[in-house]
């Protein structure tokens, strides 16, 4: 402490300097090649000039190319977009060459790059992207059932290069079954409701507490009070090659597919058709326009509005209890509030947004440039029609794809092997890998894990499920009236039976266990990375990665954010995704022993009396 201003700035200065000189002795560049081909057939290409096929023209590709090793701005004006009728423009590529105030360089970020296009885990990645756009708008109350969910088991599991629940990727020994379908491997995630109770719970925002209903995505063809299994068919889109064929090239979205959304006719917002979160079309619409972090903060105000303390480390007295950190009980006179307390925990979700997002970028743009679910399966259907020239066998596509049962399901169902998706506009005009929603949770989400203490139980009584609340009426934006089912929430205890949310055998389960903060950010982890691969615009892959990259994004931010205090802290105590860290190594699986790191300000360490399983990249930290 000093009253002198000019050894105060003198003191800023160097905790600024201290920050970047660390950072630059952590950082490992790497040079980072593209995997496999970098070709048009390969690689990203939407909204450049496409073939009759599908795929985008040399020239095209290759003046995309070209303005991302030159950068200039003449050389992104040069790239060759298709501008009949209109331009869809590009999403930044430029974005990738961007630099950070805090943390670590996005170039210097290092996650395991995704599946080469001929692989039997592309094939399967995408053979699991067909079972989750049949399986859309099935409840997860009834994944318990027959029908689509169990049909998809039937056809993953076992399937070669599957990484999915049951695959190669999870260390745990039994099959794939209709409990597990279409979730993530964390602890937590494949425990309890599908859903996190971080996107079920009202967000307490004081006097005007915020539900988590979204608006409905329905068709024409909608009706709530239909099969049991069926909440209200949702709308697919792509799914004719002309179509798909125009959204390819660019061709703005209103001039091809309008939004079906349902509407209030009066306008009152109050009045608008919503529900919670029940099935996969859901999740894929509650991460469509929305801002990646928001989901993300709304789950740290329902944290702070139930109460969950801090990390136990921080200096100050939680509850009646000292500080853990070594040599200090922690202030007992005062609450955290800018340092350690609500405004920290706020802040730094949306502090760490647009780092995670660079780090994204760059690898998005300059390093893969990974073609989007759509394209990958449009090569599918160009080879069976014989698209401009096209004729089996012309793409190097995987058998695990051809021999799928979901392919002719697909077919049956729109007549092409196109794979539907659940937004208009289909994908964003930015490459897949690693995806950008979950490079984001996994950032966002490691702050709540550090900041708050993640081994606090998360109480029974306070966990909720929606059921079946009956039937509204809305008009849609695309024209059309529809009834949908709606729902309301009930705790877990006051449910027999299935519910909308969950089986009963998932809330028997929430029940019975012990479930801890932890758990819960895992699985909002998950259900925020893995929503976009309902709409079909992303790879288990990008959303698996992406988390990882999220998560030493979010580490390092925090030891720059560390210096911003002088109190004795002995560092965050934090359980990784994974069980090495960064989670990138050979032979990284699922964190299941919730093994910890520490983060300080200079170092990434097993905590101290710890022992741990966790290995950090670089033993000199």
């Known amino acids: 402490m000093t009253d002198d201003p000019h050894r105060r700035l003198q003191e800023a200065f160097l905790r600024r300097e201290r ?8 950082s490992t560049y790497r040079v980072d090649e593209s995997d496999g081909a970098d070709d048009p057939v390969t690689c990203y290409g939407k909204a450049l000039h496409h073939r009759d096929d599908g795929v985008p023209t040399a020239s095209a590709y290759a003046s995309l190319v070209d303005a991302l090793e030159t950068g200039t701005v003449e050389a992104h004006n040069a790239i060759e977009l298709d501008e009949s009728p209109a331009m869809r423009p590009l999403a930044e590529p430029h974005g990738a060459h961007g630099f950070e105030g805090m943390g670590a360089d996005p170039w210097a970020v290092q996650i395991a790059p995704p599946p080469a296009f001929d692989s039997p885990e592309m094939g399967a ?18 994944h318990g059932e027959s029908g689509v969910p169990t049909d998809a088991v039937a056809d993953l599991d076992g399937m070669a290069g599957y990484a999915g629940p049951g695959g190669d990727a999870d260390p745990r020994s039994g099959s794939l079954d209709t409990t597990r379908l279409f979730r993530g491997l964390l602890p937590g995630a494949q425990s309890g409701p599908h859903v996190s109770q971080l996107l079920w719970k009202d967000v307490p925002r004081g006097a005007i507490p915020q539900s988590q209903r979204i608006r409905v995505l329905a068709s024409e063809a909608a009706d709530g009070t239909g ?22 090239r660019g061709v703005p979205v209103g001039r091809t597919n309008p939004p079906p959304t349902l509407i209030d006719p009066a306008g009152d917002p109050d009045d608008a058709v919503t529900r919670h979160i029940v099935t996969g079309r859901d999740l894929a ?13 709304d789950a740290a105000e329902v944290l702070l509005g139930m109460g969950v303390p801090f990390d136990p480390r921080i200096p100050y007295q939680q509850g009646g209890r000292e500080s853990t950190t070594p040599g200090t009980p922690g202030i007992r006179t005062a609450g955290p509030v800018i340092n350690f307390g609500s405004h920290d925990v706020l802040e730094s979700v949306v502090s760490v947004f647009d780092l995670a997002q660079s780090a994204c970028w760059y690898r998005k743009w300059l390093v893969h440039r990974r073609l989007r679910p759509e394209a990958y399966a449009g090569r599918l259907e160009a080879e069976r029609r014989g698209a401009g020239g096209a004729t089996t066998g012309t793409f190097p596509l995987p058998t695990t794809v051809r021999e799928s049962a979901a392919l002719s399901r697909v077919a049956d169902a729109h007549g092409t092997h196109l794979l539907p998706q659940a937004y208009t506009e289909g994908s964003p005009t ?10 984001v949770a996994g950032a966002t989400v490691t ?12 109480p029974v009584d306070e966990m909720v499920v929606p059921v079946h609340d009956g039937t509204a009426e809305g008009t849609m934006a695309g024209g059309g009236t529809t009834t949908v089912r709606t729902t309301r929430l009930v705790s877990i205890g006051d449910v027999s039976g299935d519910a909308l949310g969950a089986t009963a055998d998932a809330l028997a389960e929430a029940r019975s266990g012990t479930t801890t903060v932890n758990d819960e950010l895992n699985k909002l982890a998950t259900n925020i990375a893995l929503a976009r691969n309902w709409a ?23 030891q720059d954010h560390l210096r911003s205090t002088d109190l004795p802290f002995a560092g965050y105590r934090l359980e990784p995704f994974f069980d090495a860290y960064p989670g990138t190594q050979d032979g990284a699986a699922p964190n299941l022993d919730r093994d910890a790191i520490l983060i300080s300000p200079d170092r990434i360490t097993t905590p101290d009396g710890e022992s741990s399983s966790i290995s950090v990249d670089d033993p000199a930290r």
């Not at 920050?19 to 952590?26: G, K, M, P, S, V």
């Not at 992207?129 to 409840?139: E, G, K, M, Q, S």
């Open 19 to 26: 920050a970047a000189r660390q950072q630059l002795l952590e």
């Open 125 to 142: 990645e995408l053979v699991e992207l067909y079972w989750r756009a049949l399986a859309r708008d099935v409840p997860f109350g009834a």
């Open 227 to 248: 099969d049991a299994d069926v909440v209200g068919t949702g709308p697919d889109y792509l799914t004719d090659w002309e179509t798909w064929l125009r959204i390819q």
């Open 285 to 297: 619409n509650k991460v469509r326009r929305q801002v990646p972090y928001l989901a993300i903060r």
């Open 430 to 439: 930015h490459p897949s890998f690693p995806a950008g929603h979950s490079g």
């Open 447 to 458: 702050i709540l894990k550090a900041l708050f203490d993640g081994t606090h139980p998360f």
């Open 536 to 558: 079909g615009i992303h790879y288990r892959s990008d959303g698996i990665e992406g988390f990882l990259l999220g998560e030493q994004v979010a580490v390092r931010y925090l």
